[in-house]
């Protein structure tokens, strides 16, 4: 999915760290949500790191109004189980994927309840 990074890590268990970015980038965010068609058509913003959206605000000194962010931007977080899972949550494209199928939070058909129980396990 374009320059779009998400870039997961625990405990420092290179075979748990590769296999829980598997289960969500993989798996939960270019298969599921990516290929099933449930992200905004805006989404390509964030997958190209924001490069594309023009600053145009009054906030931005007069010499950068209209350029582009050349570099991309990128976000730093560190995430507990809970936060990550609820991160996970307020994505987009998963509200589409459960409303359009009339999916309930915390139910055995909540996708996120795989990655939760990977989580739980290690």
Sequence with gaps: YGNFQF???????DSIDKELQELV???????LLGKGGYWDDRRHF????YR???LL??????KYRGTRIAEGYDIHCNFSTEELVGYLRSWSGYATY???NSIQLYSQQDAIE???EFLDSH
């Design 25 to 31: 980038c993989g798996w939960f965010y270019e298969d």
């Design 46 to 49: 964030v997958e190209n790191r």
């Design 98 to 100: 459960c409303q359009r």
């Design 7 to 13: 870039k997961l890590s625990g405990d420092g268990n």
């Design 52 to 54: 594309d959206i023009p």
């Design 57 to 62: 605000s009054d906030d931005f000194p007069e």
């Design 114 to 116: 795989r990655i939760q």
